[in-house]
């Protein structure tokens, strides 16, 4: 997900409401040109999904 300044908090609400995990939170290079999900405008972060660790299994 991208988000603009002006919309980082909604983008966070969003992100958070659909992976119901707290996202990393990037700068984007000025080079990169994407849109913010909510008005479309060009994003200055980016919010991406960190990997959770995989629960090691109890071996017995
Ligand atoms: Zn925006």
Redesign the pocket.
Same mark, same amino acid.
């Given at each position: 997900m991208y @988000? *603009?300044?002006?919309?980082i908090d909604? !983008?966070m609400e969003d992100f958070i409401d659909q992976y119901n995990a707290a996202p990393t939170l990037e700068l984007i290079k000025a080079t990169e040109d994407k849109p913010? !999900?909510? *008005?479309?405008?060009h @994003?200055v972060y980016s919010l991406t999904l960190e990997e959770e660790m995989e629960e090691t299994p109890v071996a017995d």
């Open positions: @988000a *603009c300044e002006e919309h909604f !983008v913010c !999900v909510w *008005c479309k405008q @994003a």
